[in-house]
């Protein structure tokens, strides 16, 4: 299953290939508002039989084939299918892909979406590849959509949009799906104008973060008072592209600050950062258990997780202010 998991993969990055994003899609509008992370894949317009060709003449490709081929040869053969014409597994490979993290009370949620093209062949294939790799998969009716559930998440789908979410703790995540995927547009990130701006200028590989994080506004408070400034509503841009008539690559990164920061000088931003020590204090600021790595001895750390617990969001803003007056005592007796 590893090896199909990995060629698979593997074909899927070889066949994006770059372009600009045209008309927003419809499925874009599934993304939360409040998410503050979002990879966004953009396949283009491209000769795709060249493509598949070019990839089934590849030595490593035929090698590694081959070899599935032995281990199971339904899955080969799914794959093969699957790279000769990507839509052969029922999801349009030639619309937009969006990857999102956001929060969720105090948890963090993490989702795929994509364009769905022929839901009774995706459910055919899944099928397959869950019978070829013995896997419990049953799908089921979902109040107007059909669903696969797994620890901690869901894959759910409709004609025209498919979801896959998952938590790092249990929720209930069909009922989040169900919200994601009837939530208006206003609800959604398309409301966010420096991701709307990120999106007016993406390529094949874009990837946007915020620096606005809700269910982390304690720790950020504390941050911003080690600081002196505040630190949301920053944002970062990357856009990585190929052009393929020209051989030209190209990437674009930048950085948008808020205007408390832009007002500010860059040497000014510098000497606040050294003189914060935040690369001692987040991680006990953030109850990490591996905090020493970070410049701290273990025993030290141990004794924080010991008084404090691990968990951040469950301290009074009488606790956070005692705990960062004794962050500052213990880390000038750290120091000496």
């Known amino acids: 299953m590893k090896r199909t998991i990995q060629l698979i993969s593997t074909a899927i990055i070889l066949l994006l290939i770059v372009s600009s994003c045209g008309k927003q899609p419809a499925h874009m509008n599934v993304i939360p508002g409040d998410a503050f992370g979002v990879m966004l894949i953009n396949p283009g317009d491209f000769d795709r039989e060249k493509t598949a060709e070019q990839i089934q003449s590849n030595e490593d490709y035929k090698e590694t084939l081959e070899e599935l081929k032995k281990e199971n040869e339904e899955m080969a053969k799914i794959l093969d299918d699957f790279i000769k014409d990507p839509s052969s597994i029922g999801i349009n490979t030639e619309s937009?892909?969006?990857?999102?993290?956001?929060?969720?009370?105090?948890?963090?949620?993490?989702?795929?979406?994509?364009?769905?093209?022929?839901?009774?062949?995706?459910?055919?294939?899944?099928?397959?590849?869950?019978?070829?790799?013995?896997?419990?998969?049953?799908?089921e009716d979902a109040d107007g959509f059909q669903k696969v559930t797994f620890p901690n998440g869901i894959?759910?789908?409709?004609?025209?949009?498919i979801l896959v979410l998952a938590s790092d703790t249990a929720i209930d995540a069909e009922k989040e799906a169900k919200k994601l995927?009837?939530?208006?547009?206003?609800?959604?990130?398309?409301?966010?104008?420096?991701?709307?701006?990120?999106?007016?200028?993406?390529?094949?590989?874009?990837?946007?973060m915020s620096?606005?994080?809700d269910n982390l506004k304690n720790e950020m408070e504390m941050i911003e008072s080690m600081l002196?400034?505040?630190l949301s509503k920053n944002f970062a841009h990357l856009h990585l592209g190929w052009d393929d008539k020209i051989g030209e690559f190209t990437m674009t990164f930048k950085i948008r600050v808020n205007e408390e920061i832009r007002s500010m000088d860059p040497e000014?931003?510098?000497?606040?950062i050294e003189d914060s020590e935040l690369d001692q204090k987040i991680p006990m600021l953030l109850g990490q258990k591996n905090a020493y790595q970070y410049g701290m001895e273990e025993d030290y750390a141990d004794e924080y997780l010991e008084d404090y617990g691990e968990n951040m969001e469950d301290l009074s803003e009488e606790d956070l202010e005692e705990l960062y007056k004794e962050l500052e005592a213990e880390m000038e007796n750290y120091e000496e």
């Open 96 to 139: 937009e892909m969006y990857f999102f993290v956001a929060p969720l009370d105090k948890n963090m949620i993490f989702g795929m979406v994509m364009e769905m093209q022929k839901p009774s062949k995706f459910e055919e294939v899944l099928k397959k590849i869950a019978k070829e790799e013995e896997m419990p998969v049953e799908i």
């Open 155 to 161: 894959a759910i789908w409709d004609s025209k949009r």
């Open 181 to 208: 995927l009837n939530q208006k547009a206003s609800e959604s990130i398309s409301q966010n104008k420096d991701y709307m701006d990120f999106y007016g200028n993406c390529l094949g590989l874009n990837f946007w």
């Open 211 to 213: 620096s606005s994080i």
């Open 228 to 230: 002196g400034v505040k």
């Open 268 to 272: 000014e931003i510098i000497q606040l």
